[in-house]
């Protein structure tokens, strides 16, 4: 190989890895802010609508690996901060593809890193001036942050009724209000068809979708509930699979009857004896869970039942309901009963649901979220958009910061490393204005996307920001220039940095890439 041909090389491989993350970059644009489109995505499973960036990314076969990198970065703001999954693809890729005309100068790509790391540490400290602080008592507030977070989805029009349970649920899942932290698997999001999302509803306590045996119809509702989590199975001595019992006269099939039913008789009457009055019994592999003649005496003995849950379910419900699980009935107490003091069963279209409220705080820092749509396909969507909502107030959580959106913040940056730049001479002029035009790419996208002149917004934003007027930006909504802390248009903090590291550190990551190996 020739010294010209590793060359070739060297820079084919940069071009195309600018090429590939620029075009992703371009083809995620249209979904971007409130006016941001929908795909519809078809899938082995079916098909989806979403415009949020990790979901579009996750869904479409991608073989490039530069491309494959970029959706890894929007999964990791998504797990960092739940938001701004877009912005990253959005930026990773601009920072990438307009480096293109750097390289083609002649710039070598350690001084762009270089210029890049420096323009980074200017534009944290112009987020860290203009970040203000958040308090979690002020309710308005936080919601007017999902509010903004939940603008560009489909199911923004209720946004009305899904921003306070998403408030509500996590606050209310906090130990205190000094904690840094929230598991959003504290929330359990349970989906329903029928009615629409405005009758999306907050329950205080725990929902599972399974049910009661019954011998009659009509609803269950116990008041004082004492629950045993039961893990052994109520059913006769021979029903394994694998056993087998060889009766030689019909005397001893009666004893082996009359055994059997002793036998049941003595475990309902130990469970009666314990106090319990709803019983929940784990499914069984090698045995039914429970016979037909122990649920027969346990309804007499007026103790309820939800037998065949799986072990998943039975670790979540004796968590939340603060059972210990029994394990052979000589072992079971009232000590490991867990006290509800309301279960009720609610009927919906596609079944029913069992409901366990006013459970006793000490143990139960868990809620449920039920959803309501028309239609599977917009109770996923749903699903999706509330758990943003809950990953953006936990960012809140970790990071009691706010920022202005509608592409503020960006315009502040680009303004002041324009400053900057004047006292730069030679490559760093080049760089800088590299870095500040990539960054200008989330208002300019925003106003194309809202039908606006994105160049005449953009140099309007600068004028007002020159001026002083650092809060300015764009409402996408109204289409027209505002402050965007009047107008409530407002994101967390981690959101916006976790976006802005992710995106340089991919760029730079890129730069490092000489050349591309297939072994
Ligand atoms: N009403 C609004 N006016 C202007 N910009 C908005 C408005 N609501 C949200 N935004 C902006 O939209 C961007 C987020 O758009 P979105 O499609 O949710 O992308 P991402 O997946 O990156 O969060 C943010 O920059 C946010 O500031
Ligand atoms: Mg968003």
Do not use: W
């Not at 968590?319 to 309301?342: A, N, Q, Y």
């Amino acid at each position: 190989m020739t010294f010209d041909t590793i060359l070739l090389n060297k820079y084919n491989t940069f071009f195309t890895n600018c090429i590939v993350a620029g075009g992703l970059s371009d083809s995620i644009k249209t979904s971007f802010g409130p006016h941001g489109m929908d795909k519809m995505i078809q899938n082995e499973k079916g098909y989806l609508i979403t415009n949020d960036g990790a979901t579009i990314l996750k869904s479409i076969k991608i073989d490039h690996p530069v491309a494959k990198i970029l959706v890894n970065l929007s999964k990791t703001q998504d797990i960092e901060a739940g938001d701004g999954t877009t912005s990253v693809v959005l930026l990773g890729g601009k920072f990438l593809s307009n480096s293109v005309s750097l390289i083609k100068n002649g710039i070598k790509v350690m001084d762009i890193s270089n210029s890049f790391k420096h323009s980074l540490k200017i534009s944290k400290k112009i987020i860290a001036i203009m970040s203000m602080n958040i308090n979690l008592n002020n309710k308005s507030f936080l919601k007017d942050i999902v509010h903004v977070a939940l603008e560009s989805k489909l199911v923004s029009t209720y946004s009305k009724s899904i921003c306070p349970i998403s408030v509500d649920s996590i606050i209310s899942i906090m130990n205190n209000q000094d904690s840094h932290d929230v598991d959003i698997k504290n929330i359990r999001i349970i989906k329903k068809i029928g009615k629409n999302l405005s009758s999306i509803e907050l329950i205080n306590g725990i929902v599972t979708d399974y049910t009661f045996y019954k011998k009659f119809n009509g609803t269950i509702k116990l008041e004082y509930a004492k629950i045993a989590i039961i893990q052994f199975s109520i059913s006769n001595l021979s029903t394994d699979l694998d056993n087998s019992i060889i009766l030689r006269s019909y005397s001893s099939m009666d004893k082996l009857i009359r055994e059997e039913k002793k036998h049941i008789l003595s475990i309902c009457n130990k469970i009666k004896s314990s106090g319990c009055n709803l019983i929940i019994i784990q499914k069984s592999i090698m045995k039914e869970s429970i016979s037909m003649e122990a649920l027969e005496i346990l309804s007499n003995m007026k103790i309820l039942v939800i037998k065949d849950v799986e072990r998943d379910e039975i670790s979540y419900l004796s968590e939340s309901l603060g059972c210990i699980p029994i394990v052979d009935i000589e072992s079971i107490s009232e000590k490991k009963l867990g006290i509800v003091r309301l279960v009720e069963e609610k009927f919906f279209e596609d079944g029913s649901l069992i409901f366990f409220k006013k459970i006793s705080i000490s143990y139960c820092l868990r809620n449920t979220i039920l959803v309501r749509a028309s239609n599977a396909v917009l109770l996923d969507e749903a699903e999706r958009s509330l758990i943003d909502a809950l990953s953006v107030m936990r960012s809140i959580i970790r990071r009691r910061y706010f920022i202005p959106g509608g592409g503020t913040v960006e315009i502040e940056i680009s303004s002041c490393l324009n400053q900057f730049q004047k006292t730069l001479t030679g490559i760093d002029v080049m760089c800088v204005e590299s870095f500040r035009r990539t960054i200008e790419t989330i208002p300019y996208v925003l106003s194309e996307n809202s039908g606006m002149e994105p160049i005449q917004i953009i140099s309007k934003l600068k004028e007002f920001h020159k001026n002083g007027k650092k809060f300015y930006g764009i409402d996408a909504r109204k289409n027209k220039i505002v402050n965007a802390l009047d107008s409530r248009i407002i994101s967390p903090l981690l959101v916006f940095t976790s976006m802005l590291n992710l995106s340089i550190e991919f760029a730079i990551q890129m730069f490092k890439i000489d050349e591309f190996l297939i072994i």
